[in-house]
């Protein structure tokens, strides 16, 4: 079983609908993050969380909304769907107390998601 | 705030020939550096990364990456392509913001092409 899940891996929604989409992880890791990856700009940073209680908003939170339910569950909300929010989008985990001084991110396969 | 930037977004090699992905960064302190690869579809997977215990750095694949502080650089090589090495690369760095708190900044990504 993969080690970070995100659902649904693909989604197509109109303006205006509210989306979310999940992340899940069984690695035992502390924090977790959201990106989007967007042609020729690469991964932009949208929440990250650092523990259960923790939310940080990254590079370009507008329009966005996360839930972090429990250790392992990490969501990401669209509340009202635009369609410049079309864009492939990665969940992550990290484990700063593991001993890895640089934090490596693990990343998720991926949900592509399409906003008509 | 630091950043990173990737030479060339497209690069194509023949099979067997040399491949080398540039990648510098801006850091006003020893940074932790990245390079992550995306197969076609899927997440993305760690190479290798520099934790400034040596300055080359072997990861999985063949690949190694050197860190060159006089040159603000850290260039992704392996000494002969193979087909299965066609994906797109992406270089990070982690920056540091205040409180202690901190996130990875990508680089724009580098597709590589190869030729049979």
């Known amino acids: ?116 | 705030a630091q950043s990173v930037t990737q030479l060339g977004s497209h690069v194509s090699v023949s099979e067997g020939a040399l491949v080398l992905l540039r990648c510098n960064y801006s850091s006003s302190v020893p940074p932790y550096l990245f390079w992550y690869v995306q197969y076609p579809n899927q997440g993305l997977q760690l190479l290798l990364k520099y934790t400034s215990a040596a300055t080359l750095v072997k990861g999985i694949n063949g690949f190694e990456a050197e860190f060159k502080k006089s040159e603000t650089s850290f260039h992704l090589t392996k000494p002969s392509a193979h087909m299965s090495d066609a994906a797109e690369y992406f270089c990070a760095v982690i920056t540091y913001s205040g409180a202690g708190s901190y996130q990875l900044t990508f680089g724009k990504g580098t597709k590589l092409s190869v030729i049979p």
């Open chain 1, 1 to 116: 079983d993969a080690d970070v899940t995100q659902t649904p891996r693909n989604r197509i929604t109109k303006t205006g609908k509210r989306i979310m989409l999940e992340c899940s992880q069984t690695k035992g890791h502390d924090r977790m993050y959201w990106y989007r990856q967007d042609p020729g700009l690469g991964l932009r940073l949208i929440y990250y969380s650092f523990d259960v209680k923790d939310i940080n908003k990254g590079e370009i939170s507008d329009g966005y909304s996360v839930s972090r339910q429990a250790q392992a569950k990490f969501s990401l909300s669209l509340e009202s769907a635009i369609p410049n929010q079309t864009a492939l989008y990665f969940c992550a985990t990290s484990d700063l107390t593991s001993g890895d001084r640089a934090d490596t991110q693990y990343f998720g396969p991926g949900t592509r998601l399409t906003v008509l």
